[in-house]
């Protein structure tokens, strides 16, 4: 679509489509950028936190589908970023919300997003196209402005050459160019290297208020340079697409295997277990929300909590050294593991939350005790 399209169209609707590369679709109202839009198509089942999962690097190139039906209500804030931008290619909802209803917010959803060139697909029966993915998988899908050039059938064709999130590195495209810090404001803080794979804002803010000063580095920085910045630990990132296809970053990790202490987070979880020998595959169905039930197997405790994966680590191929933490009581996946010969923990759901429950949040507090213990 032409600027002089999308500037005639952005005050108003147009009807939209969203073809999926098994034949399926989709008709709804096109609000936000009404531009055209390809990705893996997902579901989340929060109930809020739609700005959080919009500005997450993890959601690059992805549609997200939210289950819950009225979206928009309390409106955008700054304070709610988890990066500079967004990253979800397109939002499909039930319905939309035009009035903001909360004394934070800044200006609609509606409005942000088209500010951020983010379509917006309204109206759907979100219920039928959940359980079609639920049945059939995540799949790649086609969000396009029913007005447009091709017919249904050259929308279908065109859907069934879109590429999957398997063998996509997409860490490249969302991680920092270039270092960047976020101090502490203690005294003597401890120092963290953070490899950027898509890191979120809150992540850093819950490391700081530790007490932890973090350097925050491009996805393939080798390990010579970690260990050449002398920090107390090394963190990995959460972020988008396969973790086998970030080669640079397994192999400096299992360079980095008991020089430092070491925790990782969703793909930076599923990083850690590659470079220990683990293997993983692609779910025929992710997790996407803020309520998925995680037992830990330290405790015996359920824990509620945040997830956006499409991928998992193999349980038959843990080798002897290498146990299983946490596990995923909807489906049995495995959800954290650690080293038992070297200082490396990782889990696959985001205990930093935003959005989400905060259950999980004691695992920063480990790292932080580890890091001092080997010191």
């Given amino acids: 679509m032409s600027e002089k399209q999308l500037s005639a169209n952005l005050m ?5 489509l969203l073809v999926l590369n098994n034949g399926r679709f989709f008709r709804g109202k096109l609000r936000g950028a009404p531009i055209e839009a390809t990705g893996e198509v997902i579901f989340n089942t929060s109930m809020s936190g739609y700005q959080e999962i919009l500005t997450d690097p993890s959601y690059n190139g992805q549609i997200v589908t939210m289950t819950y039906p009225h979206i928009g209500n ?3 804030n700054l304070d709610d970023m988890e990066s500079k931008t967004t990253h979800a290619s397109a939002l499909i909802v039930r319905e939309l919300s035009h009035i903001s209803s909360n004394w934070r917010a800044r200006q609609s959803l509606d409005q942000w997003l088209i500010e951020h060139r983010i379509p917006v697909l309204e109206g759907v029966d979100t219920r039928s196209l959940v359980k079609t993915i639920r049945s059939s998988g995540e799949c790649s899908g086609l969000l396009v402005p029913s007005d447009s050039r091709h017919t249904l059938d050259e929308l279908r064709e ?6 999957t999130m398997a063998g996509q590195n997409l860490a490249r495209q969302v991680s920092t160019r270039e270092s960047y810090f976020w101090p502490s404001t203690e005294k003597k803080p401890l120092t963290v290297i953070a490899y950027d794979f898509g890191i979120k804002y809150n992540i850093l803010r819950i490391m700081n208020n530790l007490g932890i000063s973090v350097t925050v580095v491009p996805w393939n ?12 630990g090394v963190f990995l990132s959460n972020g988008p697409g396969d973790p086998a296809a970030v080669g640079e970053a397994i192999d400096a990790v ?3 295997l008991g020089k430092l ?10 990083i850690l277990a590659l470079a220990l020998g683990c293997k993983t595959y692609k779910l025929a169905c992710g997790h996407h929300g803020g309520n998925h039930p995680v037992m830990d197997y330290a405790t015996n405790k359920i824990e509620i909590t945040s997830h956006n994966h499409g991928f998992s680590v ?12 946490h596990r995923n009581l909807n489906d049995q996946t495995v959800e954290g593991l650690e080293s038992l010969v070297h200082s490396a923990y990782s889990v696959q759901y985001h205990p930093e939350a935003a959005p989400g429950p905060r259950d999980a949040s004691y695992l920063f507090g ?8 080997c010191s």
Avoid: W
């Fill in 158 to 163: 065109e859907a069934l050459g879109l590429p």
């Fill in 221 to 232: 920085t080798s390990a010579a340079e970690v260990l050449g910045m002398n920090p107390a």
């Fill in 366 to 373: 480990r790292f932080l005790e580890m890091m001092k213990s």
């Fill in 12 to 16: 108003g609707t147009t009807d939209g």
């Fill in 254 to 256: 299992r360079i980095l």
């Fill in 74 to 76: 309390y409106g955008v």
């Fill in 261 to 270: 202490p070491i925790f990782g987070i969703c793909l930076g979880h599923q």
């Fill in 314 to 325: 193999e349980e038959n191929s843990l080798p002897e050294n290498v146990r299983i933490t």
